[in-house]
């Protein structure tokens, strides 16, 4: 279960894979391009909802991808540049650039304006229409990509928003850790049961701190995970 499409365009192979690692891990589906040329080419052949773009581009420069992009639609695009001036900046959001990060930049950072870049997009397209999942005053929204305990704002991770999605969309089944981590990580091999052990700890501490007094998630011994009556 993809979160997003995003389509990465740096030309320096260290820092193209590190954030594709990170994204993947997060549960995008990333395509990695290497020069503006063949960002291009990927972004006019298939349907991205971010692009990632560095400035200072081989064959296509960032500046003309975006000015190309933003010209045809508009477009969630994150600028990742070494330029770091106020006009570097203010020249790139003027012509259509989402945000700007300079380098060096902080990979938690880069998921978090990811995450915002999206859910803002999510919200222009889908307008007022909205289609939430509620469970004993836990409610998650698939359109807005938001969750709220009692009204009260909870940020997720696109890896946590993902296993309440899935515990929620059928909340009196117990899924197997082997289910979630096919769904959300969207792999077959079921590795390490610690990483789905670890995301909902996070989950039951983040619903935690809003209401302590309720248990969202129940444990089935032996088996796996349900939402609790």
């Not at 003309?64 to 010209?71: K, N, P």
Request: include cysteine; charged fraction near 25%.
């Amino acid at each position: 279960m993809s979160l997003g499409k995003i389509l990465i365009a740096e030309d320096d192979n260290d820092i193209n894979h590190l954030i594709s690692d990170v994204l993947t891990r997060e549960g995008y589906t990333v395509t990695q391009a290497f020069s503006g040329t063949e960002a291009k080419l990927y972004w006019n052949s298939e349907t991205f909802d971010l692009l990632l773009c560095d400035l200072m581009l081989p064959g296509l420069t960032g500046e003309e991808l975006v000015a190309e992009i933003t010209a045809k639609q508009n477009a969630a695009i994150i600028v990742i540049s070494a330029k770091n001036t106020v006009m570097d900046k203010v020249d790139l959001l003027k012509l259509g650039a989402s945000d700007y990060m300079t380098k060096p930049f902080d990979i938690e950072e880069l998921v978090a304006r990811v995450e915002v870049q999206l859910r803002k997009a999510n919200v222009a397209s889908l307008g007022d229409k909205d289609d939430a999942l509620v469970w004993n005053g836990l409610s998650l929204s698939e359109d807005r990509y938001s969750a709220q305990v009692d009204g009260v704002d909870v940020r997720l991770t696109a890896r946590e928003f993902g296993i309440l999605q899935l515990l929620l969309s059928n909340p009196s089944k117990v899924f197997t850790k082997e289910n979630i981590f096919a769904s959300v990580w969207g792999e077959t091999e079921f590795i390490d049961e610690n990483t789905v052990n670890v995301h909902m700890s996070n989950i039951r501490g983040k619903l935690g701190k809003v209401a302590p007094d309720r248990e969202f998630v129940e444990t089935v011994w032996g088996i796996g995970f349900k939402m609790k009556n």
